[in-house]
C-alpha cells in the first residue's frame, strides 16, 4: 500500500534556527501533499495545501514566510520553519495523495514532533 | 464551511465493553466523503474507514462498527469488546469535495478513549 515517510521524528532546535522537516510517499507519486499542525490534545489543524511545481496555498493565520513549503517533485515535499520559537513547539503531520485517488485515500506520515528550546 | 463535532472529549471503559463514539458534520457539499482515524500515543494516524456521503450503508470490520446517519449528519463509531490496544484518540474527518475547500480534511477535535484492564 501508499506509504509516506516523514523525518525527523523527533526534533529539538534552539530558539532562532531554523527546521526542516520532510515529507516522501515512497512508491507513488504524491502530486498534493498536505501540511498539519497538532498541539498537545488538540485537533488536527491544516497549514497548507502543497501541490507539486507550484507554490503553497496557505489557510487563514499560517505566517507562509514562517513555515516554508516547498513541494520540488512527485515524492517530496518540505516543511521550514523559520526563526522558529518555543510557540512554534508542535507535532507536524504530513499527508500525501495522488490526483486521481483525491477521491479515496490519503496517507499520512508518522509525524515529527518539534521541540523549540 | 466545513465543521466536524466529537462531543466526547474523554471516554474511560473497561475491558470488554462496549464503546460508541459520536461524530457530528456540517457541510454545505452534496458529495463529501467522511473518515474515522486512530492515534496512537506514537502519533500516526491510523486510517479506520472511509464513507461517501451516498452511500449509507453502515459497515461492520470486526470489532468495528460504524453506523452513517445523513439525516442527522452523524457517522458514529462503535467498538464492540473494547481492548486495551484500543486506548488512543479517534479523529472524526470530513472531506470537502467542493470549491475552494475540494480535498481538505476537517477533523474534528478527538475523542480519548482509555480502556482500562
Known amino acids: 500500500g501508499a506509504v509516506v515517510s516523514q523525518h525527523p521524528s523527533r526534533v529539538i532546535c534552539k530558539s532562532g534556527t531554523s527546521v526542516k522537516i520532510e515529507c516522501r510517499s515512497l512508491?507513488?507519486?504524491?502530486?498534493?501533499m498536505f501540511w498539519y499542525r497538532q498541539f498537545p490534545k488538540q485537533s488536527l489543524m491544516l497549514m497548507a495545501t502543497s501541490n507539486e511545481g507550484s507554490k503553497a496555498t496557505y489557510e487563514q493565520g499560517v505566517e507562509k514566510d514562517k513555515f516554508l513549503i516547498n513541494h520540488a517533485s512527485l515524492t517530496l515535499s518540505t516543511l521550514t520553519v523559520t526563526s522558529a520559537h518555543p510557540e512554534d513547539s508542535s507535532f507536524y503531520i504530513c499527508s500525501a495523495t495522488l490526483a486521481g485517488a483525491m477521491l479515496t485515500g490519503y496517507t499520512f506520515g508518522s509525524g515529527t514532533r518539534l521541540t523549540v528550546v | 464551511a466545513q465543521k466536524v463535532t466529537q462531543a466526547q472529549t474523554e471516554i474511560s471503559v473497561v475491558e470488554k465493553e462496549d464503546v460508541t463514539l459520536d461524530c457530528v458534520y456540517e457541510?454545505?457539499?452534496?458529495?463529501?466523503?467522511l473518515f474515522w482515524y486512530k492515534q496512537p500515543p506514537s502519533g500516526e494516524l491510523v486510517f479506520l474507514i472511509r464513507?461517501?456521503?451516498?452511500?449509507?450503508q453502515n459497515e461492520i470490520s470486526g470489532r468495528y462498527s460504524w453506523n452513517f446517519q445523513k439525516s442527522t449528519s452523524s457517522f458514529n463509531f462503535t467498538i464492540t469488546a473494547s481492548q486495551v490496544v484500543d486506548s488512543a484518540v479517534y479523529f472524526c474527518?470530513?472531506?470537502?469535495?467542493?470549491?475552494?475547500?475540494?480535498?481538505?480534511?476537517?477533523f474534528g477535535q478527538g475523542t480519548i478513549l482509555t480502556v482500562h484492564p
Open positions: 474527518a470530513l472531506r470537502s469535495m467542493g470549491g475552494t475547500s475540494y480535498g481538505k480534511l476537517t
Open positions: 464513507r461517501n456521503s451516498f452511500d449509507e
Open positions: 512508491d507513488f507519486q504524491a502530486t498534493t
Open positions: 457541510t454545505r457539499d452534496t458529495t463529501y466523503y
